[in-house]
């Protein structure tokens, strides 16, 4: 059962570690990684407890819509960084708000479906959300440790970059090739 509940985890954080490799292009200091790594891991503690918690009612409620959100806010924040790249010259250091705050949240949202199906069939809320959680956080900390050192090979405005890597994130999700 624990492999079984490492293996979930593991699967429902690959959003995230994805996410966290183009978020890595920012060149985040350590200290910012690791809190965005913690925020990251925070809201998928969060949202499978909602979901263990609440049970089906979110599954009928978001669960068709829980990854077309995900991928509205990947693709708004991608813009942004767009619009901004367009915009300014070549930032010192890009306003870090949004990957801290804006991003987890949505990303989990399909973490509350897992958690109702994990209630569901009996686990404990006390074991699976802070298991997810860990593992997210350790999976975005080293998918932004990866994107970091992509981004010093890779001769572009790293805000740039990012953007247009979301971008097409979120429209690889609303069409499906995100599988």
Do not use: C
Not at 126 to 135: D, K, L, Q, S
Not at 142 to 170: E, N, P, W
């Amino acid at each position: 059962m624990i492999w079984n509940l490492l293996i979930l985890g593991f699967t429902l954080s690959l959003d995230n570690f994805r996410t966290a490799i183009v978020l890595g292009a920012l060149q985040l200091t350590r200290r910012h990684a690791v809190q965005v790594a913690l925020v990251f891991g925070f809201w998928d503690t969060v949202a499978p407890l909602v979901g263990i918690l609440a049970g089906d009612y979110f599954a009928d409620t978001i669960g068709s819509s829980a990854e077309y959100v995900g991928a509205a806010v990947l693709g708004a924040y991608g813009l942004y960084l767009l619009v901004q790249a367009w915009r300014t010259p070549a930032p010192e250091e890009v306003d870090q708000r949004w990957a801290l705050f804006g991003l987890p949240l949505p990303l989990s949202i399909d973490n509350v479906v897992a958690g109702t199906s994990l209630g569901l069939i009996g686990f404990s809320p006390w074991v699976a959300p802070p298991v997810f959680g860990v593992i997210t956080a350790v999976m975005t900390f080293v998918g932004l440790q990866i994107g970091k050192a992509a981004a010093r090979y890779i001769r572009i405005r790293s805000d740039l970059l990012t953007g247009g890597a979301l971008v097409i994130m979120a429209v690889a999700v609303l069409f499906g090739f995100d599988a």
